[in-house]
């Protein structure tokens, strides 16, 4: 994020502004999962791919007993993912989706014929906890790691999901009322309902720091990290 805490300027171009180190670090964090996860607003925005990055993480994933590929995951509550995005193009892992009751059989049609598998967990949002759950029965995740955007991420820490922060504070200010923010969401009113964070790292790269929070007392079970196949056509409903 930048210095004044958003991920992507006010319209929407410019989201990605990290230094190759940057860059290093999210492989470097994406070889220690078993999925990573982004938003629909992600997905729509740009091209996201989600991927373990170059052949050497890919390495180290195998190495460490890992998938050489990590499962991908994208959360959407209307279900309306621009099915033409190019991270459907690529079928090195399953594409996995989240989605909720608000989504119509149409969406939901469209998404089963790209994703391998598309789930209904939750009436108006996402029931993080049911979501998780299943991820880690069905699929075997046990660490996931969710790259925003920020509605997603709010939704995670209001769901108290979010074990670890891992945040890189880059050196410009965007400015723009309506530039997406690390957290965005509803928010909180008293300071008694903020997420507490714990500093456990810090370290400076040029002229970026890259910080790791843990968050105190996270709610539910298994690890999510936040930072800024063979095909089935399912369609399932935990709702
Ligand atoms: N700099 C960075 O590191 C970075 C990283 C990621 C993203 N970005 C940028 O951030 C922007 C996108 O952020 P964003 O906040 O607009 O979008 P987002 O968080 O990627 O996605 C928001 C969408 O995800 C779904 N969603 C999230 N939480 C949900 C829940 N609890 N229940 C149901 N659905 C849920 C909803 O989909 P529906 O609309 O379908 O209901 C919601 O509209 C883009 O510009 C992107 O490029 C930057």
Redesign the pocket.
């Known amino acids: 994020?930048t210095v004044d805490g958003k991920?992507?300027t006010s319209n929407?171009a410019v989201?990605?502004?990290?230094s190759k180190r940057d860059l290093a670090h999210l492989y470097e964090l994406r070889a220690t999962v078993d999925a990573v996860m982004?938003?629909?607003?992600?997905?729509n925005?740009?091209e996201?791919h989600l991927d373990p990055g170059p052949e050497r993480y890919r390495r180290l994933r195998k190495k460490r007993g890992m998938a050489e590929y990590n499962l991908r995951v994208i959360?959407?509550?209307?279900?309306?993912?621009r099915t033409n995005a190019s991270i459907f193009n690529e079928r090195h892992s399953p594409i996995i989706v989240i989605?909720?009751a608000?989504a119509s059989r149409r969406a939901l049609a469209r998404l089963a014929a790209v994703a391998n598998e598309v789930v209904v967990c939750?009436t108006d949002?996402?029931d993080?906890p049911a979501a998780l759950g299943w991820l880690r029965k069905r699929w075997n995740v046990t660490r996931l790691l969710c790259?925003?955007?920020?509605?997603?991420?709010?939704?995670l820490f209001c769901?108290g999901a979010v074990d670890e922060l891992h945040l890189t504070i880059c050196p410009y200010v965007f400015g723009g009322r309506g530039a997406?923010t690390i957290t965005?969401g509803v928010g909180i009113d008293r300071l008694a309902d903020a997420v507490q964070l714990e500093l456990v790292s810090m370290r400076r790269s040029a002229e970026e720091l890259f910080c790791v929070f843990r968050v105190l007392s996270p709610k539910s079970e298994g690890a999510i990290i936040t930072?800024?196949s063979p095909r089935h056509r399912a369609s399932r409903n935990l709702a």
């Open positions: 994020m991920i992507a929407r989201d990605s502004f990290g982004c938003g629909a607003g992600t997905i925005a740009g996201v959360a959407s509550g209307r279900g309306l993912v989605t909720t608000r939750g949002s996402i993080w790259e925003g955007g920020g509605e997603l991420n709010a939704s769901a997406p965005d930072t800024n």
